[in-house]
Every structure is written in structure tokens, then in C-alpha cells.
């Protein structure tokens, strides 16, 4: 039996965890820059507020619907969100973390601690609202894709108490009756307009296809999805993620800036938080990109937007040389006169850190440079974010978003943690 775990409505309640208070209240977060809505609370949703609704037409709400808002707090999410699998983890052996408010788990093997697969996901259900104080919804399910389903029948239903689990083939038939082929999971709506024009309307019906039909309309994709629909599991656990192909890091300015030395600094911080997250997943690039663009939505200022791709002579993730490499590449594309919106950095051409490649003309000294990286991020993962860091990411930070909205970060930062008073 496969689980999955869903958290619900995971930014708004992140922020609910730490303020009682907001329970029962609409609330939204907004993008970079408190620009458009990118998560609500169902009474929010309740509302009509949809996803990408610009943040100046929800203003209104404020006074007549008691509607609050809060910008994105991601150090917040992340770090609440890797206490949930911390939760997950600690009530199964084998799990998939597969978004940042999602995550896969193998619930074969419950019958060691339970007779009931419902109880054993309720269970894991209580755990991590003790442990975390946000809220899941779990399906359970033979199949995962399945248990996609199941999970969406206990989001949409709350007299479900957020579980629903599909066992029996009766419960799945129930399921998929009438459940829109456009909210399977893994279904694109190029194939979903395909299918419906052909008649196939609810999940059901494309379960009951013959596998030469489905293959000559999906391919061999379809055919995984039907035997998935089936009972019959063909979709594993990735218990071990992909490395990553590319990493980017690139934000809007909060203000639009002609200054050459504002968009460095950001650039170099942005190279940074490159190379750091290259360390983290132990890989290494080959290449570097560097992008530069003004607002194209502007009537009245000038235009321009520019790429340059640099093959580094090395494959690293030694801060210093990511963020030399980036302003060298900068300098070859930056254009005076022009107010820039966003810039960002791009390392591609990843390989494992261990695959590195020695080379015969160069002094450079790796063990030395992976001891300074190390000791850097061991620094600020005690101390803090860029606690100790390089000198061209510079102090003034003109160039950070706007966060007008912004709540503390609870669990990371001293400053901020909660102080109870008792009477």
C-alpha cells in the first residue's frame, strides 16, 4: 500500500502554527516582492481569490473580509516542511519526498503495529499535527497514482478527517466514477483534450480501456497510468532523489536600478547561494549563466535583456570562483542607461563532486578549497545566513525584495523565536 501525505493548504498553515489567532481567518501569501497571491486558506478560496490574483485587487478585502496577508517566508516553509518528513520519517522506513508539502510512503509492513491501514495512516496523521502543527490530508492506496486520488477525496470532503483509503476494488470503482480524467496525476491537457474528445469523460472510463487503445493515444506513459488506474503498481518510490540537472537563482529587485554596483552585489549573492546549494547535493558545474533583463511591461523606459554563458575552466563549487566567474560575465553583457528589473546566475553541466577531473596545468589545491567551504557552511549553519561571507556580496542589499508582510522566522533564527508568558 502506497501513502500520500499532503499538507494542507502548507504556507497559510505554517503560518497558523505560530499564531493561533489567524485560525478561521482568510489569509493569502504573496509572491516575490508581495506581488501576486500564490497560496491560500480555504477562506480565502472561499472568497473567489484565485491563484495569481495581483496583490494591489485583493486589497479591499483587507477591511470587508478581515482578509491578511503575508509575504513568502521561505526559510519559514523550508525548514517546517523538513520537520513533517522528520515526523513521516520517524512512523515509516521508506518515503519519497516529492514536493516541498508532499511526500510518497510505503505503508507495506503497518500490520506490525496496527490490524488497520486506516488507523496506521491516522496515526502518522496526529503525529505530525503534535509535532509540527500542520494539518495533512492522506491517501492510501495500492497504486500511486491511486493514492493521488484518494488523497484528493480527502481534501475535498472534510467529513473524511483528511484520510480516505482505497483497498478494495469496489472502493477504487467509486473512486474514479466520476472523477475528472484533467485531475489524474500525471496527465497532461494535451492527452486530457484528446481522451474527452474521444469520450472518455471520469477515470473510470480510461480504466475500463483495452492497453493497445491507450498505447496508440499516450504511448507507453499511457499504458502506466491504466495499469496504475488497474490496481497494479508500475510507479516505485524514488527513495533517492535525482540529482539535479541545472540550479538557478534569480529574484526581481525591489526597486528598478541602473547602478552597476546594486546588480553586482545581488548577482554575487546569487552566485553564492548557487555554489552552496551545489555543495549540498555534492555536485559540480562546468558552466555558468548569467541573465540580465529590464521590465518589458514598462511604456516608458528603454529595453534591453542579455545572456552570456561562461565554460569554466574548472568544475567547482568554490564560492569565491562562482562569484568571480559571474561578474566577469556580467561585465561582457551589462549596458549603461538601463533600468534593470531582475538578474540571475544559472550553473549548469552538474557532475558528481567525486567524478572531478584532475588537471595537469594548474596549482590549485581542491582539499584546501573544500576545507574553506566547509568550514563556511558549518559556520553559518550555526551562526546564520552569510554570517562569513565573501566581501563582493557586498552589506547594503538595495537590491532585496520587498517583504512588507513578513513574518518571523520561528524556527531558525533567535531573534525571533516565540516568547510564551505564563500568568
Known sequence: MFGIIDCNNFYASCERAFNPNLEGKPIVVLSNNDGCVIARSNEAKALGI????????I??????????????????????????VAAIASMVERYEVYSIDECFVDLSGYEKITADVYEYAWMIQQRIRRWTGIPVSIGVAPTKTLAKVANRRAKKNPLLG?????????????????????DLWGIGRKYVNKLKALGCEDALHLSQQREEWVRKIMTVQGVRLLKELQGFSCIELELVPDRKKAICCAKS??????????????????AATCAKKLRKEGSIANMLTVFITTNYYSLVDA???????????????????????????????????????????????????????????????????QAAMKALDTVNGWYGRDK?????????????MIQERLSPCYTTRWKDLLTVKCK
Open 50 to 57: 484565485e491563484m495569481g490574483t495581483p496583490a494591489f485587487q
Open 59 to 84: 486589497a479591499t478585502y483587507a477591511q470587508s473580509q478581515g482578509l491578511i496577508a503575508f509575504s513568502s517566508n521561505y526559510t519559514l516553509y523550508g525548514d517546517i516542511s523538513e520537520r513533517v
Open 162 to 182: 483528511g484520510i480516505v483509503v482505497l483497498k478494495h476494488e469496489s472502493e477504487i470503482r467509486r473512486a474514479l466514477d466520476g472523477f475528472d480524467i484533467g
Open 253 to 270: 529587485f525591489g526597486e528598478y536600478t541602473d547602478n552597476r554596483e546594486t546588480v553586482s552585489e545581488a548577482l554575487a549573492n546569487y
Open 303 to 369: 529595453q534591453y535583456s542579455a545572456t552570456k554563458t561562461i565554460h569554466l575552466d574548472k568544475a567547482t563549487n568554490y564560492t569565491p570562483d562562482m562569484i568571480h566567474q559571474a561578474l566577469k560575465a556580467l561585465g561582457l553583457i551589462w549596458k549603461d542607461g538601463f533600468k534593470f528589473k531582475k538578474v540571475g546566475c544559472i550553473v549548469s553541466g552538474l557532475q558528481p563532486e567525486e567524478f572531478r577531473q584532475a588537471q595537469l596545468f594548474t596549482d590549485i589545491d581542491w582539499e584546501k578549497e
Open 388 to 400: 562569513v561571507k565573501v566581501a563582493a556580496q557586498g552589506y547594503k542589499r538595495d537590491w532585496k
